[in-house]
């Protein structure tokens, strides 16, 4: 019925607005009573407003929403109405003799609200417009017919547990979908359908707030709250949405650790090392995340020396480890406190209590069967050097913890004393030298003794034993180096030549405790002056020394300050050279100013060398390329002979040998005859072998060397079996031609005990040991 009444309504409205608004139009024209403009009225015949269709509705159709209908039109059938525009025909259908307009369908605000529509009147036999077109709207009329919807839902919100009551936690909001400027049907009103008493909902804004104070997470961490969207302003008859809030107590560090017993006990060997895990203690804190970590720390300094304790990686367990080595003998249990502690604490909860907790800790040391322990952790002995095998060194001292009584042996290990220098008795741990030890050679041993049990070897320990080897005057002093000096002919008198610097390896003779003196008298050619340091200098005496071909050796004499005071002799060279004026040498020997000038000493001596170097490649090449053509020397038959091999290949054979005569090598007046027989074997493979011509005899006689070669040289000539025969080289008669004999060792294995040397001095010798003779004869006495 209500409907029947709206649409009536509208319709008379409609009907209201189509009225002949024929309010006419002024124009200006002529007036008839004088000059000036005249108004003129045009007449329009309609105007049209809009109509008014009620949205879903479900009655009889089709529905008549209103008329059209013009002045020109007098009921005699010859107008026509038109209708154009949205839905026209379709939607909306227009009666043509009446102009009365029918909607065809239901329609829905929601899809389209209003629909723009052309009318026109026109005639109907000549489709000529009476009437010019209009234009109006048809608006459709809303109807409550959609809830509210939450587009965003469902909602998830946090709020930190122990909030104040009021505490904002989340925005809901409710769409819908009808027309908010007619009447109430969008009108929103929210509520809490599921949630009290622990939130609330504001009904015009839909802010979700806390209901109730201090809400703990501990307690429930997590909260459903569902809401409704009611339209109509909530009141009867309306339409209803929901949506669901989860909201989740976020954490706050509102409660202290607590330990869930008040003893600990634990149990550790004696033997366990430092760092190692000795348990775990856990304090209880139902907080999350950082507001549960926590540190651990030692209240009991007894506690706090054998023992530490750290957080682990979580930040939740204390790990109590050992701090130093333990020992049952010593001390066989330990208790302290451990206390843990929020490390970070919120001052807005600090009424709750103190954030930390104090637990007491017992940790019980068990007993190992532990390796004998040595009095000290090192020892530090000393010895002098020099002294006899046996020598008294010191002596190491272990013993079992467990069995003080049980015996201990000693031993050392053998990689810390590779030279076997020392010995240790086993039963006592003495220790004694085995060789004299040098000071000078090694200052320090290093050794490692082993200490075992007897019942158990297993068991062992060991201990580091330096032993330092002690100084004893037992070195003479030396010159730090070999002095060959110089000085110039045209030198001052009492000019420094060199500093002599002397070296003793004893501690107790010291380089600083040296002295130095050189040949004393007025007839020395130079003077040595101790400098007081261990060191000399060398001068030049007041009457400078003649310049001459050999060198001066000046002797120096060295001794100590120890006790026994020792010394040494030794000579420094001194040459006296020409110099040039900017002090440089020149030249050292008389026979050097005999040179070309602009060549010095080095470069003739450079351009010697060069030439003996070629000319010593010219030999060789000459040698090589003239042995490349010549077969290998036959054997002799006659002779005793050796052979020297050569292998092509390791571990090769006969066939891989090649064999040489050094019959040339022995002592000529010590060969054997020649043994008749047939002609041996030619030794070159790659000739064919000729009738060997016969060997002739040597001369009769003392063997003549230079004889002896040239026979052996026609007779390698004439026979081509056999390689040229200065292959070889000769060494069986050097040194003949003087009273000592021949020098070679080849002929002297016939001779038992060796021969007796010549009994004349060597200058006798002849020319050929004149160089022998000028070194190992008298020296030259120093010029006066």
């Given at each position: 019925?209500?409907?029947?009444?709206?649409?009536?309504?509208?319709?008379?409205?409609?009907?209201?607005?189509?009225?002949?608004?024929?309010?006419?139009?002024?124009?200006?024209?002529?007036?008839?009573?004088?000059?000036?403009?005249?108004?003129?009225?045009?007449?329009?015949?309609?105007?049209w407003n809009q109509f008014f269709v009620i949205e879903e509705y479900a009655g009889p159709e089709p529905v008549l929403i209103g008329k059209l209908h013009s002045d020109v039109d007098?009921?005699?059938?010859?107008?026509?109405?038109?209708?154009?525009?949205?839905?026209?025909?379709?939607?909306?259908?227009?009666?043509?003799?009446?102009?009365?307009?029918?909607?065809?369908?239901?329609?829905?605000?929601?899809?389209?609200?209003?629909?723009?529509?052309?009318?026109?009147?026109?005639?109907?036999?000549?489709?000529?417009?009476?009437?010019?077109?209009?234009?109006?709207?048809?608006?459709?009329?809303?109807?409550?017919?959609?809830?509210?919807?939450?587009?965003?839902?469902?909602?998830?919100?946090?709020?930190?547990?122990?909030?104040?009551?009021?505490?904002?936690?989340?925005?809901?909001?409710?769409?819908?979908?009808?027309?908010?400027?007619?009447?109430?049907?969008?009108?929103?009103?929210?509520?809490?359908?599921?949630?009290?008493?622990?939130?609330?909902?504001?009904?015009?804004?839909?802010?979700?707030?806390?209901?109730?104070?201090?809400?703990?997470?501990?307690?429930?961490?997590?909260?459903?709250?569902?809401?409704?969207?009611?339209?109509?302003?909530?009141?009867?008859?309306?339409?209803?949405?929901?949506?669901?809030?989860?909201?989740?107590?976020?954490?706050?560090?509102?409660?202290?650790?607590?330990?869930?017993?008040?003893?600990?006990?634990?149990?550790?060997?004696?033997?366990?090392?430092?760092?190692?895990?000795?348990?775990?203690?856990?304090?209880?804190?139902?907080?999350?995340?950082?507001?549960?970590?926590?540190?651990?720390?030692?209240?009991?300094?007894?506690?706090?020396?054998?023992?530490?304790?750290?957080?682990?990686?979580?930040?939740?367990?204390?790990?109590?480890?050992?701090?130093?080595?333990?020992?049952?003998?010593?001390?066989?249990?330990?208790?302290?406190?451990?206390?843990?502690?929020?490390?970070?604490?919120?001052?807005?909860?600090?009424?709750?209590?103190?954030?930390?907790?104090?637990?007491?800790?017992?940790?019980?040391?068990?007993?190992?069967?532990?390796?004998?322990?040595?009095?000290?952790?090192?020892?530090?002995?000393?010895?002098?050097?020099?002294?006899?095998?046996?020598?008294?060194?010191?002596?190491?001292?272990?013993?079992?913890?467990?069995?003080?009584?049980?015996?201990?042996?000693?031993?050392?290990?053998?990689?810390?004393?590779?030279?076997?220098?020392?010995?240790?008795?086993?039963?006592?741990?003495?220790?004694?030298?085995?060789?004299?030890?040098?000071?000078e050679a090694r200052i320090w041993h290093n050794l490692t003794v082993l200490a075992t049990?007897?019942?158990?070897?297993?068991?062992?320990?060991?201990?580091?034993?330096?032993?330092?080897?002690?100084?004893?005057?037992?070195?003479?002093?030396?010159?730090?180096?070999?002095?060959?000096?110089?000085?110039?002919?045209?030198?001052?008198?009492?000019?420094?030549?060199?500093?002599?610097?002397?070296?003793?390896?004893?501690?107790?003779?010291?380089?600083?405790?040296?002295?130095?003196?050189?040949?004393?008298?007025?007839?020395?050619?130079?003077?040595?002056?101790?400098?007081?340091?261990?060191?000399?200098?060398?001068?030049?005496?007041?009457?400078?020394?003649?310049?001459?071909?050999?060198?001066?050796?000046?002797?120096?004499?060295?001794?100590?300050?120890?006790?026994?005071?020792?010394?040494?002799?030794?000579?420094?060279?001194?040459?006296?050279?020409?110099?040039?004026?900017?002090?440089?040498?020149?030249?050292?020997?008389?026979?050097?100013?005999?040179?070309?000038?602009?060549?010095?000493?080095?470069?003739?001596?450079?351009?010697?060398?060069?030439?003996?170097?070629?000319?010593?490649?010219?030999?060789?090449?000459?040698?090589?390329?003239?042995?490349?053509?010549?077969?290998?020397?036959?054997?002799?038959?006659?002779?005793?002979?050796?052979?020297?091999?050569?292998?092509?290949?390791?571990?090769?054979?006969?066939?891989?040998?090649?064999?040489?005569?050094?019959?040339?090598?022995?002592?000529?007046?010590?060969?054997?005859?020649?043994?008749?027989?047939?002609?041996?074997?030619?030794?070159?493979?790659?000739?064919?072998?000729?009738?060997?011509?016969?060997?002739?005899?040597?001369?009769?006689?003392?063997?003549?060397?230079?004889?002896?070669?040239?026979?052996?040289?026609?007779?390698?000539?004439?026979?081509?079996?056999?390689?040229?025969?200065?292959?070889?080289?000769?060494?069986?008669?050097?040194?003949?031609?003087?009273?000592?004999?021949?020098?070679?060792?080849?002929?002297?294995?016939?001779?038992?005990?060796?021969?007796?040397?010549?009994?004349?001095?060597?200058?006798?010798?002849?020319?050929?040991?004149?160089?022998?003779?000028?070194?190992?004869?008298?020296?030259?006495?120093?010029?006066?």
């Amino acid at each position: 019925m209500w409907g029947l009444v709206r649409l009536l309504l509208a319709w008379l409205g409609g009907w209201g607005c189509m009225g002949r608004l024929a309010a006419p139009a002024r124009a200006w024209a002529g007036s008839p009573r004088g000059p000036g403009p005249v108004l003129l009225r045009n007449r329009r015949s309609w105007v049209w407003n809009q109509f008014f269709v009620i949205e879903e509705y479900a009655g009889p159709e089709p529905v008549l929403i209103g008329k059209l209908h013009s002045d020109v039109d007098r009921g005699e059938g010859r107008t026509k109405y038109l209708l154009t525009g949205e839905g026209a025909g379709t939607v909306f259908v227009i009666d043509e003799a009446t102009g009365n307009i029918h909607v065809t369908k239901s329609l829905d605000r929601e899809e389209k609200a209003q629909y723009v529509l052309l009318a026109q009147a026109v005639d109907r036999a000549s489709n000529r417009p009476l009437e010019p077109p209009s234009e109006f709207i048809i608006k459709v009329q809303d109807i409550n017919d959609n809830p509210p919807i939450f587009p965003l839902g469902p909602y998830h919100a946090t709020v930190p547990e122990m909030s104040n009551v009021g505490t904002s936690v989340i925005q809901v909001t409710a769409h819908d979908a009808d027309d908010p400027s007619y009447g109430n049907s969008a009108k929103l009103v929210y509520t809490v359908l599921d949630g009290l008493p622990f939130f609330s909902v504001d009904p015009q804004t839909g802010v979700v707030r806390t209901a109730i104070p201090n809400m703990d997470r501990e307690t429930q961490e997590e909260f459903l709250v569902v809401i409704q969207a009611k339209d109509m302003g909530g009141h009867m008859g309306g339409l209803s949405g929901s949506t669901t809030v989860t909201v989740t107590l976020s954490d706050v560090n509102d409660n202290p650790p607590k330990f869930p017993q008040s003893l600990y006990q634990f149990s550790v060997v004696e033997t366990a090392g430092p760092g190692t895990l000795v348990g775990r203690l856990r304090a209880q804190d139902p907080d999350l995340g950082d507001n549960a970590l926590m540190a651990y720390s030692i209240l009991d300094g007894e506690g706090s020396e054998a023992f530490s304790i750290s957080t682990d990686s979580q930040g939740r367990d204390g790990l109590l480890a050992v701090r130093k080595p333990l020992d049952f003998e010593t001390r066989r249990s330990y208790s302290f406190r451990v206390e843990a502690t929020n490390t970070l604490i919120d001052p807005a909860y600090l009424r709750r209590g103190p954030f930390k907790d104090v637990a007491s800790v017992r940790v019980a040391v068990q007993d190992a069967p532990e390796p004998p322990a040595f009095t000290q952790a090192a020892y530090h002995l000393a010895v002098p050097e020099n002294k006899a095998p046996g020598t008294l060194v010191g002596r190491v001292s272990a013993a079992d913890l467990d069995s003080p009584a049980s015996p201990i042996r000693y031993s050392i290990l053998p990689h810390s004393d590779p030279e076997r220098c020392f010995s240790i008795e086993p039963e006592d741990g003495t220790i004694r030298t085995v060789v004299p030890l040098d000071r000078e050679a090694r200052i320090w041993h290093n050794l490692t003794v082993l200490a075992t049990e007897l019942d158990s070897s297993a068991r062992a320990s060991r201990v580091q034993v330096a032993i330092q080897i002690l100084d004893e005057n037992d070195n003479a002093p030396q010159l730090a180096e070999p002095y060959d000096t110089f000085v110039c002919d045209s030198a001052a008198p009492g000019q420094l030549i060199q500093v002599i610097r002397a070296l003793d390896r004893d501690e107790v003779g010291n380089s600083s405790r040296v002295s130095l003196q050189g040949p004393l008298g007025p007839d020395a050619n130079f003077t040595v002056r101790d400098n007081r340091d261990g060191s000399a200098s060398l001068l030049l005496p007041s009457r400078p020394a003649p310049p001459r071909q050999a060198p001066y050796l000046v002797p120096i004499a060295l001794w100590d300050w120890g006790q026994p005071a020792l010394s040494s002799t030794a000579t420094v060279t001194v040459s006296v050279c020409r110099c040039r004026p900017d002090g440089s040498v020149a030249s050292c020997r008389p026979e050097a100013q005999l040179s070309p000038a602009g060549l010095s000493t080095g470069a003739l001596l450079a351009i010697v060398t060069c030439v003996g170097t070629l000319l010593a490649l010219a030999v060789l090449f000459a040698a090589l390329r003239r042995q490349k053509h010549e077969a290998l020397m036959v054997l002799e038959e006659e002779d005793v002979r050796e052979n020297i091999i050569t292998y092509d290949d390791e571990g090769g054979g006969e066939e891989d040998t090649e064999a040489f005569d050094i019959s040339a090598l022995q002592n000529p007046d010590g060969a054997a005859p020649p043994n008749p027989g047939p002609p041996p074997t030619p030794a070159r493979r790659d000739v064919l072998p000729r009738a060997r011509a016969p060997r002739q005899p040597r001369p009769p006689g003392p063997a003549d060397v230079a004889q002896l070669l040239a026979l052996r040289l026609r007779e390698a000539d004439d026979d081509p079996s056999v390689p040229p025969y200065d292959s070889v080289q000769v060494y069986g008669y050097e040194g003949r031609g003087s009273s000592c004999g021949s020098l070679s060792s080849l002929g002297s294995g016939s001779e038992a005990g060796g021969a007796p040397g010549p009994a004349e001095p060597p200058d006798d010798w002849g020319p050929l040991f004149h160089t022998l003779a000028e070194l190992y004869g008298a020296k030259e006495p120093l010029a006066p």
